[in-house]
Each structure stands twice: as structure tokens, then as C-alpha cells.
């Protein structure tokens, strides 16, 4: 048994697998550190538009924070990381081109299509953030419904209308905005520095 066992050992560190794994840690850690250096740097490009959000409370603040710095940053980690294990597979022996890279872009394109609508949110509301066009409490006009932003998400945007009702509006809905909360703002500031 134990005979066997030495072998199959022999064999195994004799062969080409130890430095194909050896090459994929590398590649792994290699990675890494792109990961870590892109989040540094997203951090930085991002820190005037974070900036912009003082007036908010504590809370709205760190949510604004938290969906303007993630989702680019899982973005750049996922598209590294397929990238990292597509090299890691053909380090190991694993033929990308012919098998992993089809059946994954197929994969994508699948889940792509799906969710193409709640993708199309998600990137309007991003950029809503983005913008920093309205905050929760300012009193707005969105297309035809007035109110007060209750929240705003990823996905839609909520109001209270001059009547209580609550209004949820899809974030690809939002063409244009009017907030008349920062125009009675900036009347204000522009006439206390006369």
C-alpha cells in the first residue's frame, strides 16, 4: 500500500503540476494586487464626486458612498477575476479558448438578456447618485409627478406626492428633473453674498 502511495507521489511532483500550480498562485496573487491597486485608485478618481454630499445626513451620505464606490469596484474585481481564472485554467492544462470561454460568454449573455431591464435601473440610478441630482427630502418635479424623495435606490425612486400617496418611479424613467429645493438654496446663498 504504502509502496503505491510513494509512487503515485513520484509521479505526481515528477511531472509538470507542481509548477503548474506554482504558475497559477502566482497569477492568482498577481491578480490580487491589481484588485487591491484598481480599488486605490477608483477611490481616488472618485473623491471629488464624493465630496459633493456634505449637506446630507450621515446616513444618506454613507449610502451614496457605499453604491458610487461598489458597484465599480465589483465590476473591476469580477472582469479581473475571470480574467485571473481563465489564465489560472490554462496554466493548468485547460484548453479556454475551445471550452470555458463559449459556454461562458454564453452564460453571460443569457443572464444579460434576463435582466436587462433591472440593469438598465441599476445603471440610471448609478448615475442619479452619480449626479447627485436630488437627495431624500428635496421637493422635486420628475417628469409629471411632484413630491418629496422619500428614497432613492438602484432600481426606482420613491416621492410622497402633495397628496400622501407614495410615488415609486423606475430610475430609465427619470428624463428630466426639477429640484426645487436646491433652486430656493441657491436663491438663498446667492442673496446673502450681495
Not at 77 to 92: H, K, N
Not at 111 to 122: F, G, H, N, T, Y
Not at 141 to 169: A, M
Amino acid at each position: 500500500m504504502w509502496e503505491h502511495i510513494v509512487d503515485y507521489a513520484n509521479r505526481v511532483w515528477g511531472s509538470t503540476l507542481p509548477t503548474r500550480v506554482a504558475w497559477a498562485i502566482s497569477v492568482g496573487v498577481v491578480f490580487e494586487l491589481l484588485i487591491w491597486l484598481a480599488g486605490r485608485r477608483l477611490r481616488r478618481a472618485l473623491q471629488p464626486v464624493l465630496q459633493r454630499d456634505s449637506y446630507l445626513e450621515a446616513t444618506e451620505r454613507v449610502l451614496r458612498r457605499r453604491v458610487l464606490l461598489v458597484l465599480p469596484l465589483q465590476a473591476i474585481r469580477g472582469l479581473l477575476f475571470a480574467v485571473a481564472i481563465l489564465i489560472m485554467l490554462r496554466y493548468l492544462g485547460f484548453n479556454t479558448a475551445a471550452e470555458v470561454v463559449p459556454v461562458g460568454l454564453g452564460l453571460l449573455l443569457v443572464a444579460v438578456l434576463a435582466s436587462w431591464r433591472l440593469l438598465q435601473d441599476s445603471v440610471a440610478g448609478y448615475f442619479i447618485m452619480y449626479d447627485d441630482l436630488f437627495a431624500t427630502g428635496d421637493r422635486v418635479t420628475i417628469g409629471e409627478f411632484t413630491g418629496t424623495v422619500t428614497s432613492i435606490g438602484l432600481r426606482h425612486t420613491k416621492l410622497q406626492g402633495p397628496d400622501g400617496r407614495e410615488i415609486c418611479l423606475a430610475n430609465s424613467e427619470i428624463r428630466t428633473v426639477t429640484n426645487h429645493t436646491r433652486t430656493r438654496e441657491l436663491q438663498r446663498k446667492a442673496q446673502g453674498s450681495q
